[in-house]
Protein backbone atom coordinates (compact mmCIF):
# COMPACT_ATOMS: atom_id res chain seq x y z
CA UNK A 1 0.00 0.00 0.00
CA UNK A 2 1.14 3.55 -0.69
CA UNK A 3 1.79 5.58 1.89
CA UNK A 4 1.49 10.16 2.15
CA UNK A 5 2.80 12.26 4.63
CA UNK A 6 0.57 14.86 5.36
CA UNK A 7 1.04 18.36 7.19
CA UNK A 8 -1.91 19.43 9.79
CA UNK A 9 -2.06 22.30 12.42
CA UNK A 10 -1.24 21.12 15.91
CA UNK A 11 -4.56 21.53 16.41
CA UNK A 12 -5.59 19.71 13.73
CA UNK A 13 -4.00 17.14 14.82
CA UNK A 14 -5.42 16.74 18.57
CA UNK A 15 -9.05 17.07 16.94
CA UNK A 16 -8.32 13.68 15.62
CA UNK A 17 -6.01 12.21 17.87
CA UNK A 18 -9.04 13.06 20.42
CA UNK A 19 -10.78 10.82 18.28
CA UNK A 20 -9.23 7.90 17.48
CA UNK A 21 -10.06 4.60 19.38
CA UNK A 22 -7.62 2.59 21.25
CA UNK A 23 -5.19 0.55 18.98
CA UNK A 24 -6.53 2.44 16.00
CA UNK A 25 -4.38 3.91 13.23
CA UNK A 26 -4.60 7.00 12.53
CA UNK A 27 -5.64 5.76 8.53
CA UNK A 28 -8.36 3.76 10.15
CA UNK A 29 -9.30 6.55 12.08
CA UNK A 30 -10.12 8.65 8.80
CA UNK A 31 -11.13 6.04 6.92
CA UNK A 32 -14.06 5.80 9.72
CA UNK A 33 -15.04 9.52 9.97
CA UNK A 34 -14.73 9.86 6.58
CA UNK A 35 -17.12 6.65 5.64
CA UNK A 36 -20.43 8.33 5.88
CA UNK A 37 -19.05 10.81 2.95
CA UNK A 38 -18.30 8.30 0.74
CA UNK A 39 -21.62 6.22 0.74
CA UNK A 40 -23.76 9.14 0.29
CA UNK A 41 -26.01 8.69 -2.55
CA UNK A 42 -25.25 10.25 -6.18
CA UNK A 43 -29.11 11.87 -6.11
CA UNK A 44 -27.62 13.98 -2.90
CA UNK A 45 -24.42 15.87 -5.18
CA UNK A 46 -27.17 16.68 -7.98
CA UNK A 47 -28.24 19.84 -6.58
CA UNK A 48 -24.91 20.99 -6.24
CA UNK A 49 -24.46 21.76 -9.73
CA UNK A 50 -27.62 23.57 -11.50
CA UNK A 51 -27.18 22.06 -14.37
CA UNK A 52 -29.80 19.96 -15.72
CA UNK A 53 -27.98 17.81 -18.17
CA UNK A 54 -25.96 16.40 -14.90
CA UNK A 55 -28.74 16.00 -12.95
CA UNK A 56 -30.86 13.78 -15.60
CA UNK A 57 -27.73 12.22 -16.46
CA UNK A 58 -27.17 11.19 -12.54
CA UNK A 59 -30.89 10.44 -12.37
CA UNK A 60 -30.49 8.19 -15.42
CA UNK A 61 -27.27 6.36 -14.06
CA UNK A 62 -28.66 5.62 -10.87
CA UNK A 63 -31.88 4.57 -12.54
CA UNK A 64 -29.43 1.57 -14.85
CA UNK A 65 -27.39 0.65 -11.56
CA UNK A 66 -30.71 -0.50 -10.13
CA UNK A 67 -31.86 -2.37 -12.90
CA UNK A 68 -29.09 -4.16 -13.63
CA UNK A 69 -28.60 -5.25 -10.22
CA UNK A 70 -32.20 -6.85 -10.62
CA UNK A 71 -31.08 -8.10 -13.97
CA UNK A 72 -28.11 -9.95 -12.00
CA UNK A 73 -30.55 -10.95 -9.12
CA UNK A 74 -32.86 -13.11 -11.25
Known amino acids: MAHKTLTISEEAYEALAGL ?5 SFTDL ?7 LRKRKLSEFAGMIKDENFKKAALEARHFKSTRLQRLKL
Do not use: L, N, S, Y
Not at 30 to 36: F, L
Open 20 to 24: KKEGE
Open 30 to 36: VKRITAP
